[in-house]
């Protein structure tokens, strides 16, 4: 497709349990990012990929997030034993590779809005 | 580091009156600052973005906004609202080179115009 796109659009799930979204970038982008936005908040960084790896994940809350992106393209953000804190809309953004050919512009999808029962 | 503060988490105007949304930055190296907005059900949309060309930055649908270093500010205007301006914006900032898409977002100004 044209822009980012990012399933589940919304993800019910039970305290505890296991979850995953994912993310398709724009075609041609390197760069992938995962935000995750609270309600009432702006968004906050969580992790960066260019290509396979994760070029910073300092965001990451704790060691119950994890992300990947395998192919250099699509990227899955993981959750385990979620917690009722975890809900908020996690936002996927790409672009081109920072510093070169891109002047910070992100390409964001229109998230998906996690709620933890 | 690298900080936003938006001053006012929501703003009304009447249509055809002057928009401002206040953004002060902290950046501890020279940054990029973006506006993005948001509209109901829908991402996040880059409205216009400085970085370290022309202080006065213009972007979509009428907006713009003026690069202030002496007051750490990067306010956004429009001259005139619009009704289909109603929407959430964000102003952000980065360090610019390989840290340029780990942006900092303020908490976001609410803009409700009035017919």
């Known amino acids: 497709g044209a822009g980012v796109s990012q399933t589940p659009s919304n993800k019910v799930t039970e305290k505890g349990k296991y979850v995953e979204l994912r993310c398709d970038p724009i075609s041609g982008h390197t760069a992938l990012y995962w935000y995750r936005q609270s309600l009432g908040q702006g968004p906050e960084f969580l992790i960066y990929f260019q290509g396979t790896g994760a070029a910073d994940d300092s965001g990451l809350p704790n060691d119950r997030f994890f992300a990947v992106r395998p192919e250099g393209s699509v990227s899955t953000l993981k959750i385990q034993r979620t917690e009722r804190g975890d809900s908020a809309v996690y936002l996927c953004a790409s672009s081109l590779q920072p510093g070169q050919t891109s002047t910070g512009e992100l390409f964001f999808g229109e998230g998906s809005r996690l709620t933890v029962l | ?115």
């Open chain 2, 1 to 115: 580091a690298q900080s936003v503060t938006q001053l006012g988490s929501h703003v009304s105007v009447s249509e055809g009156a002057l928009v401002l949304l206040r953004c002060n930055y902290s950046s501890s190296v020279p940054p990029y600052l973006f506006w993005y907005v948001q509209y109901p059900n829908q991402g996040l949309q880059l409205l216009l973005k400085y970085t370290s060309a022309a202080t006065l930055v213009k972007g979509i649908n009428g907006f713009e906004a003026e690069f202030k270093k002496s007051e750490t500010s990067f306010h956004l205007t429009k001259p005139s609202a619009h009704m289909s301006d109603a929407a959430e914006y964000f102003c952000a900032v980065s360090g610019g080179g390989s840290t340029l898409g780990r942006l900092y977002f303020g908490r976001g100004t609410q803009l409700t115009v009035w017919p």
